[in-house]
């Protein structure tokens, strides 16, 4: 399986890219529980920054889309600081976690350990084994968040052993299937339909396109070899825009 966010709609699409190799992949698109847009055509406030949110990105292919997997950003709140807290990391030391792995910890942001729940989700949805696999992305480091360390501690109070026992048995050991939904066809559609207000009424994208990305099966096949000429004119407008 491949899982991320859905951000601006990039990093999700290396999910199709994947499955050109792999064509029983299984995707899916990973949102904040707090604001469940593509789950429930939801909206609300959360802490898991620049994960994308309250739209479907414009270049979301959702009929590629698998999945719609939702996670607490408590959860990520906490496995963060299970992750930079000195006595998370001595716990999970005590716990058998190599040092190898904790060197890692750093590479961990909010967001990228949503990525790692929503993967941990698909893995229990699906009752995968040691002999599948799933891709995600790390989108961000630990130290883009530091003052949420601070920020929690005066919330919950100094992170000591009981609360890293907390982290890891319930965000990590025993994250739920809640908020996961296999999305069928007309799900898909739905998710694809809320696209309509954003782009359509509000971005002057046309009505024609945005049933081509649903019903044009070339649509997104014919994008890919235009990435030369996008970056050119990505190059172009970064230049004009510093000029």
Not at 21 to 40: D, H, S
Not at 144 to 165: C, H, K, P, W
Request: aromatic share 12%; charged share 25%.
């Amino acid at each position: 399986g491949y899982v991320s966010s859905t951000g601006s709609g990039g990093t999700l699409a290396a999910g199709d890219y994947l499955r050109e190799f792999y064509p029983q992949l299984k995707i899916a698109a990973a949102e904040a529980i707090q604001c469940p847009t593509l789950l429930r055509n939801g909206f609300g406030g959360h802490r898991i920054e620049g994960i994308g949110d309250k739209h479907v990105p414009w270049v979301h292919n959702v009929r590629n889309t698998d999945m719609v997997i939702a996670v607490d950003d408590q959860d990520c709140m906490d496995v963060y600081r299970l992750f930079n807290e000195p006595a998370g990391i001595e716990y999970l030391r005590k716990m058998g976690v190599s040092e190898e792995a904790i060197e890692t910890f750093p590479l961990y942001g909010i967001s990228g350990i949503g990525n790692v729940l929503a993967a941990i989700k698909m893995a229990k949805y699906y009752e995968l084994s040691e002999d599948d696999v799933i891709f995600t992305v790390l989108t961000d480091s630990s130290e883009m968040y530091t003052s949420r360390l601070a920020e929690q501690n005066e919330i919950q109070g100094a992170f000591d052993e009981y609360a890293a026992v907390r982290a890891l048995a319930g965000c990590l050991h025993h994250q739920s299937i809640d908020g996961a939904l296999e999305l069928t066809y007309y799900e898909r559609l739905r998710v694809h339909n809320l696209k309509y207000y954003t782009w359509v009424e509000q971005q002057g994208k046309t009505y024609e396109e945005i049933n081509a990305q649903w019903y044009d099966k070339n649509y997104w096949k014919d994008i890919p070899p235009l990435a030369d000429k996008i970056d050119e004119l990505i190059e172009s407008f970064n230049k004009e825009v510093l000029a």
